[in-house]
């Protein structure tokens, strides 16, 4: 899948930045939207993600943030969309390495700023995310098992690449020797 242009927001993100923008957004918002920035907000402290996502946080965050991205947050009703397409792209990707105590301290926070009622929206949210990971994990139960990250993938065809140079030289040496016994 390829990375929607959103990089070029991650040099809008800081934490003060966040803050204030989710505080002063957060009932206009929705509970899905607050909940999704402040999963990326706290997976971004954690130390279990990996550097490629943290950089795709940080430009997800950034472009929340940024007053300048492709629907004003000024326009009503549609103002946030885009926002809330951004994250959840990025909480896609990234929601089997959210740990448990990041989704929990997101609902925490939540809960400072929604009623039971909104509440429940996040409840059926993180029901349906669950239903789709367990999906997941039973399709991948289901088929071989595939490298994980990029950087697995990366070196398999590096040792794919120098098993192929390996079988061309022995293959010339073969060559060599057979012409040798031919003389």
């Known amino acids: 899948m390829e990375l929607p242009d959103f990089m070029p927001y991650s040099d809008k993100f800081s934490s003060k930045g966040f803050v204030e923008k989710i505080s002063r957004i957060a009932k206009r918002a929705g509970s899905k939207l607050v909940y999704s920035a402040l999963i990326l907000y706290y997976t971004l402290q954690s130390k279990e993600v990996s550097l490629k996502d943290k950089a795709i946080i940080v430009g997800a965050l950034g472009y929340l943030i940024s007053p300048l991205d492709a629907l004003p947050d000024a326009f009503p009703i549609v103002g946030l969309t885009d926002d809330l397409a951004v994250l959840g792209y990025v909480i896609n990707k990234i929601w089997g390495q959210v740990p448990d105590d990041v989704r929990e301290k997101a609902k925490e926070k939540l809960s400072t700023w929604f009623d039971e009622d ?66």
Do not use: M
């Open 118 to 183: 909104e509440l429940q929206e996040v409840e059926e949210f993180l029901s349906e995310k669950a239903k789709s990971e367990s999906r997941s994990e039973d399709t991948n139960k289901s088929q071989p098992a595939e490298e994980k990250t990029s950087e697995q993938k990366e070196e398999k065809t590096a040792e794919q690449k120098e098993e192929k140079k390996d079988n061309k030289k022995d293959k010339k040496k073969d060559l060599k020797t057979l012409l040798k016994k031919a003389k």
